[in-house]
Structure formats: structure tokens, C-alpha cells
């Protein structure tokens, strides 16, 4: 937005919740934040000088690190033919000005979630593949013990069944004493250890 105001109402609304927040005040500018940051979510206006919001938009979507970025158009325009032109741009969401700031807020934490969702299942399936092509067996384990995951190997070195789908029954503990003998047998005593952050443990059998 090239209005020092609007900035100035977007730090009073957003910073109080978490967010961290870069301001550019025209198009080019946007373009340059938005490819050193790879933003978790772009509020965009639609009149700024040199470049519109829909051509941003538009080049935006052009750039394979930024498509999948959402975006959210804060205008004054708020006509039909505003809408559509965004929406063919690729604009996820439209807030008219004025807006509720109520509802900024919701909207902004609703799709920063969700984005973030998505960038965790995308993590989930990089790690998945790169585990699937590794010797060695990596497991994810929850608090119990519970075997939520085991790739190929793991699956190999536990005697488990080949197809990944099948539900696996027995703890992790349970699965490699029938396998393994436990040395030293008193570092096991206390397993499970503390998770992740996530929640979960990740365990190595090599």
C-alpha cells in the first residue's frame, strides 16, 4: 500500500497477534520483499503508483517460489468488476476498505493457518520421499510409543509388513525386543524420552 497510514493501521491491527510484518509502498518494491521473504501471506492494495495490485498479483503467481503465497486484496475498489479482475489474477481473498478490523484479523490468522498447513504437508511428503529412498529405518513414534511411521528399511528391520498402509500393531519398544536385544537394557527402562516439538519421536534403527 503506498499510504504511510495504512501502514500505520496494519502495525497497530497485526503486530499485537505475532506477526511479523514488511511494508512496501508500490509494486516493484513488493515484488523484491515478497522473493527475499517468501511471506506466509500478502495483503496487497490495488492503486499504487507504477504497478496495480492486479499486475503484482498477476507476477506474482508467475514466480514458482511465490504462486502458492496466498494473497489478499484490501482495496476501495470493491465493484463486481474489481472482484473478478482480482480473482483472474489469482487473489485469494477481497476486504474492502474501510474494513472491520475484526474481521482482518480473523481473516488474516484463518489463512496464515491454513498456508501453514500446507507448507507442514509438503514437509511431511519431502520427508517421506527422502525416507523412503534411505538404508537406514526411521520411525515416528508418539508419546505411548505408538509406530505412526516406518519407511521401507525400518519396516525390513523390525519384520513388519512390506505394505506401507497396514496398520502397525505393538509398540516400537515391543516390536524391536522381539527383534533386538536392548543394550544397555536400564537406558531403555525409562523410554519413552521427551518428544519433539510436534509431539512426536523420531528414532533412528541403523
Known amino acids: 500500500d503506498d499510504e504511510p497510514g495504512m501502514h500505520q ?27 527475499r521473504l517468501t511471506p506466509d501471506l500478502i495483503l496487497l492494495d490495488v492503486v499504487m503508483p507504477d504497478m496495480n495490485g492486479f499486475e503484482v498479483c498477476r507476477r506474482l503467481r508467475a514466480d514458482p517460489q511465490l504462486a502458492e503465497v496466498p494473497i489478499v486484496m484490501v482495496t476501495a475498489n470493491d465493484d463486481r468488476a474489481s472482484r473478478l479482475q482480482g480473482i483472474e489474477a489469482g487473489v485469494d481473498d477481497y476486504l474492502a476498505k ?21 507448507r507442514l504437508l509438503a514437509e511431511r511428503a519431502r520427508f517421506a520421499w527422502v525416507a523412503e529412498q534411505s538404508d537406514y529405518g526411521y520411525l515416528t513414534v508418539n508419546e505411548p510409543g505408538t509406530v505412526l511411521y516406518a519407511n521401507s528399511a525400518a519396516r525390513v528391520y523390525l519384520s513388519l509388513p512390506a505394505d506401507a498402509s497396514g496398520p502397525i500393531t505393538g509398540s516400537f519398544l515391543e516390536l524391536a525386543r522381539k527383534q533386538y536385544r536392548s543394550e544397555p537394557e536400564d537406558a531403555w527402562a525409562g523410554w519413552p524420552r521427551v518428544p519433539d516439538d510436534d509431539g512426536l519421536l523420531t528414532r533412528y534403527l541403523v
Open 9 to 35: 493501521v496494519m502495525e497497530a491491527l497485526l503486530s499485537p497477534e505475532g506477526y511479523t510484518l514488511a511494508f512496501a509502498s508500490n509494486g516493484a518494491e513488493a515484488l523484491a520483499l515478497a522473493a
Open 98 to 118: 474501510p474494513f472491520d478490523r475484526l474481521e482482518m484479523r480473523a481473516r488474516v490468522r484463518s489463512i496464515a493457518r491454513l498456508n501453514r498447513y500446507r
